[in-house]
């Protein structure tokens, strides 16, 4: 056990930022490498109206920029770290993963774990079962 | 005790004065992206109501191109600074 000067804290991220649009998204995400870094357990992000779009598969940035959902995974494959995607936000913006893409007949898809959809019962779970709940806003 | 996040230039006085009337006297408020514009001294007026409890997020002051130019009243802390800052306040409200 690493001896600290600070208690560790489980936090919550709100993100409500779109991708390269507004810098929220980015401020969420060196937020979040911060904080594992100083030993704390960011357990959920909770992507919100046009921070769905964080999710996309389809992300191509030029490979000189910083690339949000790669970001994103390894944060999760590294932390543990739920992806939480509001699916009444991502399904109006054309998130799907592949499951709700075959409900709604569509031929492609361009969610994939470890971004889940979920509902906003997830986000008050989240803002419950957390010392800290940070938004980050558009 | 309550750390206020602002993301927002002072261009945006409503939200500066909305902030301010919720702003409590053991309250803290960290500036980042576009409203560490508010941390220059040509902005201070949008500072005035915050008495002095107010803190800069370097690396976004730093790609506006503001660093060494801002207000010696303004604390500079670094991302690792930004967690530390809602460690110590229990909650935190992001205005916007």
Redesign the interface.
């Known amino acids: 056990m690493i001896d600290r000067p600070?208690?560790v804290?489980s936090?919550a991220l709100l993100v409500?930022a779109a991708p390269y649009s507004e810098?929220?998204a980015l401020?969420a995400l060196?937020?979040a490498?911060?904080?594992v870094?100083?030993g704390?357990r960011v357990s959920s992000v909770f992507f919100y109206r046009d921070g769905v779009h964080n999710a996309s598969t389809l992300m191509a940035p030029p490979q000189d920029e910083v690339h949000l959902a790669e970001g994103w995974r390894s944060l999760a494959q590294e932390h543990g770290t739920e992806l939480l995607i509001c699916v009444a936000a991502g399904l109006r913006r054309g998130l799907m993963s592949a499951e709700e893409s075959a409900r709604h007949g569509r031929e492609a898809h361009n969610l994939e774990p470890p971004f889940v959809l979920t509902g906003l019962g997830q986000l008050v779970d989240a803002m419950l079962g957390n010392d800290?709940?940070?938004?980050?806003?558009? | 005790m309550m750390l206020h996040?602002l993301?927002r230039s002072p261009q945006f006085d409503g939200l500066y004065w909305d902030l301010s009337e919720a702003f409590g006297a053991d309250d803290h408020l960290l500036l980042?992206?576009?409203a560490c514009y508010a941390a220059l001294p040509a902005a201070a007026a949008s500072l005035a109501a915050f008495g002095g409890r107010v803190s800069v997020l370097s690396?976004?002051a730093e790609s506006r191109g503001l660093l060494g130019r801002l207000s010696d009243d303004v604390a500079l802390v670094d991302?690792?600074g930004?967690?530390?800052l809602?460690?110590t306040f229990?909650r935190?409200?992001?205005?916007?």
Not at chain 1, 132 to 138: L, M
Not at chain 2, 92 to 96: D, I, P, Q, Y
């Open positions: 600070y208690d804290l936090y409500h810098q929220g401020s060196r937020f490498q911060a904080a870094a100083q704390h800290r709940v940070i938004t980050f806003a558009p | 996040l993301n980042i992206e576009d690396e976004d991302m690792a930004f967690v530390a809602t460690a229990p935190s409200l992001s205005w916007f």
